[in-house]
């Protein structure tokens, strides 16, 4: 996981917390883009670095792509033939969001004084040995919903609010309106 | 929305904030059901009564209806033919979560005293009437993510931790662990 760069203070600033990635495994490429585009976009709304998607998937790379071109920001979806490479390669806890696991929440403080942290969320099918190779199995309550919003909600908790910042270089702003869409475009030296 | 009863604090308590229900608009039969499957698990792990679905979904509604029986509570799918219907039958405020809405966590003091609220998601496709027919259009930040995130933050800001007595009557209850999975079956006369 990373690049070398995530204890830059500058990049990081003035965001608390660890600098988080997801990874999504167990992706069925014909059955899942939609799902997984899902959790890409909520990781990157909810200020995660990045999806690494298991197995790879074109189709979603580029649609994340797309969003993020015009939205700002560096997130990125990249795949990975093996997830367990990827969780060997992680440089902090390892923590695999599942139903089965112990309370998310109780975690929390532990997690946040981690410089970075890999979040696991499977599909239909979670691989057994993911338990094992995990850090922490950890639930965001104990009852079936959704990776989409397992991620959501730990990212909130873990780092917060996004700030504005996090979304640099964006080609298009949303104006907050009580009624109807107000979208500016913004012409700048790309 | 609503049955007369909930006002009831036996049925509510402890939990304090709103009853809520969710409304899910736009949803195609052909093509959502994973997504709107989501919405409606995530509706009633993080405390909402039910999900009203237009158009209606049967197979959804089924789904649903398996996964409530196994872990307990009263949650349900209903579709709705019209959408207008049930956003004007509201007995409370009626929240629209969209994108290019004002922040909705600048609401949350004031939505937590109303007795009942309304939420409303869209799927790909948003009538623009919706925008007009809320009391609120309120953006769970202003990035592009994903209604089953949306829906989740939205719950757990109103309503807070879910006490597990939302789910009484459960067949089936998890024993949170550090490794792998732990299922009670519990034998009960039903």
């Known amino acids: 996981m990373g690049t070398g760069s995530s ?25 899942d883009p939609r799902l997984s585009t899902h959790v890409a976009l909520v990781a990157r709304a909810f200020g995660a670095r990045r999806l690494v998607l298991h197995p790879p998937d074109p189709g979603v790379e580029r649609t994340v792509r ?3 071109e015009r939205w700002g920001g560096r997130f990125e979806v990249v795949g990975a033939p093996s997830w367990t490479a990827v969780v060997r390669a992680a440089r902090g806890p390892v923590v695999h969001l599942t139903m089965y696991g112990l309370p998310f929440e109780r975690y929390v403080p532990r997690l946040r004084r981690a410089s970075e942290v890999l979040l696991v969320v499977g599909g239909a099918k979670v691989p057994a040995r993911l338990y094992g190779e995990a850090t922490y199995n950890l639930a965001v309550g104990d009852q079936p919903h959704s990776e989409v919003a397992a991620v959501a909600v730990a990212l909130r908790e ?22 109807g869409k107000s979208v500016v475009a913004r012409e700048e030296a790309r």
Not at 7 to 25: D, F, H
């Open 66 to 68: 797309q969003v993020a």
């Open 158 to 179: 873990l780092l917060g609010p996004v700030p504005a910042s996090a979304f640099d270089g964006a080609r298009l702003r949303i104006r907050p309106r009580a009624r």
């Open 7 to 31: 204890g830059s203070a500058a990049r990081r600033s003035p965001r608390t917390g660890p600098t988080v990635e997801v990874l999504r495994v167990g992706h069925r490429p014909g059955r």
